[in-house]
């Protein structure tokens, strides 16, 4: 248990639904984020927050949003998304942003939501 | 485009023996190195992490890191089959210092 706690666990959805993944972390972190994992490519990093103030956005695509209600919160909301987006999302968090402090780059992941879109 | 490279493997090595993999990474103002372990189906995690040249211990593992090649490594000692995972390595990289993961190699200790 990393103290990153991820539901649900397992998702599966056709194109023209909209769900959230939910993410909380029990850490007392500053900076949580968003990976997208993929068969044979590494991991991707999706959405950062620092303090509830996204800070960097990969050209994600818009049918990916997130949300950062407070600093132990993250969501990710999925709509109308494609077969290629499923995946494992995972969401970490860390004791604050990187900016060479090297402390703070240390991730803490959660479980993961395996997600198959039909 | 910063990279950060891993041969995918599998490595495949005889219970008891050293297990070594290796990363390498292009950008050389680089400051921070971390290794993760990702049993199959779940999460990574960390377990080393290493900021200056040279070898960093910590019971079975070692990292060493050579920053004039750009070259860091992970070794595990009497390699057991619990070790059998995926390893990434991570590098510190962008403007807001974020973390930069190769593919992984997949580790396989035979009993």
């Known amino acids: 248990e990393t103290g990153v706690t991820q539901t649900p666990r397992h998702l599966v959805m056709g194109m023209t639904n909209k769900k959230s993944l939910k993410c909380e972390q029990h850490?007392?972190?500053?900076?949580m984020y968003w990976y997208k994992q993929s068969a044979k490519k590494p991991l991707e990093l999706m959405f950062v927050y620092s303090l509830e103030e996204r800070v960097e956005n990969n050209s994600v695509p818009s049918r990916f949003s997130p949300e950062c209600p407070n600093s132990s919160h993250l969501f990710l909301h999925l709509h109308t998304l494609q077969p290629e987006d499923s995946a494992l999302y995972l969401c970490?968090?860390?004791?604050?942003?990187?900016?060479?402090?090297?402390?703070?780059?240390?991730?803490?992941f959660g479980s993961g939501t395996q997600l198959s879109v039909l | 485009q910063k990279e950060v490279e891993q041969n995918s493997g599998p490595l495949s090595v005889p219970e008891g023996a050293i297990a070594s993999l290796n990363c390498t990474y292009s950008?050389?103002?680089?400051?921070?190195f971390f290794w993760y372990r990702q049993y199959s189906g779940k999460s990574p995690e960390l377990i080393m992490f290493?900021?200056?040249?040279g070898d960093k211990e910590d019971g079975r593992f070692t990292a060493q890191l050579n920053k004039a090649s750009q070259y860091v490594s992970l070794l595990i000692r009497d390699s057991q089959p619990s070790d059998s995972a995926t390893y990434l390595c991570a590098v510190n990289g962008g403007s807001q210092g974020n973390l930069i993961f190769g593919k992984g190699t997949k580790l396989s200790v035979k009993p």
């Open positions: 970490a968090s860390s004791l604050r942003m990187g900016q060479g402090a090297h402390l703070n780059e240390k991730l803490f």
């Open positions: 850490l007392g972190h500053n900076a």
């Open positions: 290493i900021y200056s040249n």
């Open positions: 950008d050389r103002g680089s400051q921070s």
